[in-house]
């Protein structure tokens, strides 16, 4: 039988806000569109998608940890600022070894020098930076391609 790839997209920290606040730096698409787009595109590819959104680091925590019991076969993750200080969330995508494509809507790496690092980025199989919410459908790409 040939089953659908099953893949979690999570986000972190404020990506709830997203197009109600900063819209110069992370654009006008609301979460609801966001959803609704990675919805169109993982119906396109073929594969399941499922989305969790939390401003709590244990919580992303749990849910990359979820993810290996439930047999998940790809994370899109966007940690948010956790990308800058998370060293849990790191350590807990190597644990459960799952492959997993960091994305950000804006480029950290041409923002403040806090952002240029990523503590995750050294377990994951891709990064996509500054192309937008298209990111995470570019992402979503690269893992029904693995
Ligand atoms: O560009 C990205 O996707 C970021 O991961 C967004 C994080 C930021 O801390 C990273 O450096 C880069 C969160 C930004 C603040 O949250 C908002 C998100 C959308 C709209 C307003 C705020």
């Known amino acids: 039988m ?8 999570i986000n972190g920290p404020n990506m709830n806000l997203l197009g109600i606040r900063q819209p ?12 609704n787009l990675i919805a169109a595109e993982a119906e396109q590819l073929g594969v399941s998608v ?4 939390s401003n709590h680091e244990g ?12 047999k998940v076969d790809g994370i899109v993750i966007n940690p948010g600022a956790y990308t800058h200080t998370s060293i849990a969330l790191l350590d807990a995508v190597k644990a459960v070894g799952i492959p997993t494509v960091e994305v950000h809507i804006s480029d ?4 403040e ?17 500054g192309h937008g919410v298209q990111g995470y459908l570019e992402a979503l790409h690269l893992l029904a391609e693995q």
């Open 2 to 9: 040939n089953s659908k790839k099953t893949i979690l997209i």
């Open 24 to 35: 110069e730096i992370y654009g006008s698409t609301d979460y609801v569109d966001l959803e």
């Open 50 to 53: 499922s989305l969790f959104q």
């Open 59 to 70: 919580d992303l925590v749990d849910a990359i940890q979820q993810a290996y019991f439930d």
């Open 108 to 111: 950290p790496d041409t923002r």
């Open 113 to 129: 020098e806090f952002r240029h690092v990523s503590y995750i980025r050294d377990a994951c199989v891709g990064s996509i930076r």
